[in-house]
């Protein structure tokens, strides 16, 4: 079993930044597909970014392409997620997910095996 634990969210202005960090327990996710996805209320989740687990591909929502960056610490067994110029758009609940599933990371959601619970993150414009 894997646990993931985001951390990092919070209040901050348009134009901000904040870095996520989802850490894994349990097992290693060295060889893990992870995601970063978000969730408003009433809303379905959203992948903003994912990472193989080579870190050799990444993928990116139209909606954050240029503004958001995804990458991992191997020794750590954390996953980044960079956001910078950030939008009141860019409000919503985000979690990490770990897939088992090797190769080009995937925006969807039945693609991850594990999920955390979520960081708040809240742009006031």
């Known amino acids: 079993q894997v646990q993931l634990v985001e951390s990092g969210g919070g209040l901050v202005q348009a134009g901000g930044s904040l870095r996520l960090s989802c850490a894994a327990s349990g097992r290693t996710v060295r060889s893990y597909t992870m995601g970063w996805f978000r969730q408003l209320p009433g809303k379905e989740r959203e992948c903003v970014a994912g990472i193989s687990w080579s870190g050799s591909s990444t993928y990116y929502s139209d909606s954050v392409k240029g503004r958001f960056t995804i990458s991992r610490d191997y020794a750590k067994n954390i996953v980044y997620l960079q956001m910078i110029s950030l939008r009141p758009e860019d409000t919503a609940v985000y979690h990490c997910?770990?897939?088992?599933?090797?190769?080009?990371?995937?925006?969807?959601?039945?693609?991850?095996?594990?999920w955390g619970q979520g960081t708040q993150v809240t742009v006031s414009s």
């Open positions: 997910a770990a897939s088992t599933t090797l190769g080009t990371p995937s925006p969807q959601t039945d693609y991850y095996d594990y």
